[in-house]
């Protein structure tokens, strides 16, 4: 007769059958004392106990969902401050603003954020964003709907994405891809301007 056994773990075998591994007896009730000692541990850890664990670890949740809310509102209200800094480096080329450039410390889906905010700043423009994280490259190209006609941001981030050995694509007014020879970046980038140049003509 098994007097104690506890469930270890219950997992799908085959159709319509789950195997369960437990064990019984004295090993039972080490696995029982272990699994409390570890409860009393995450609760003390909480500064509650294993009685109020639930409501503990419930707060401590809503707690980073907060913080990680705050947190990503830090980074769109930098990126918004950086746009804005970045629109004055802007140069004319035939009635569009061009801007190309290297990104220090920002995340790769911020770029995104950042074009559509360069934009609304720039009006008629093309705009292509850089950014090495551990070594990999991130491009966007945004080009405004005016300016289409003339200069696709799909093939632009191609041509760029190409010199730093990466891919990519998109819709004619925005484009992102990926490279991995960050040293070739600033070469690349300043490939931008004769590019663009040359189909503004």
Known sequence: MISVYSVLSLS?????????EAVTGEGAMATVHAQSDRLNDIAHLLKGDSQNLGDKVRAVLERTRQLEKEL????????????????????????????????AGIEPKMLRTMVDDLKNQLGSTVIVLATVVEGKVSLIAGVSKDVTDRVKAGELIGMVAQQVGGKGGGRPDMAQAGGTDAAALPAALASVQGWVSAKLQ
């Open 72 to 103: 990503q509102q830090l980074k769109d209200q930098a990126a918004a401050q950086e746009s804005a800094n970045l629109s004055s480096k802007a140069v004319d080329l035939n009635g569009v603003k061009l801007l190309v450039s290297e990104l």
């Open 12 to 20: 799908p075998h085959r159709s319509g059958i789950r195997r369960i």
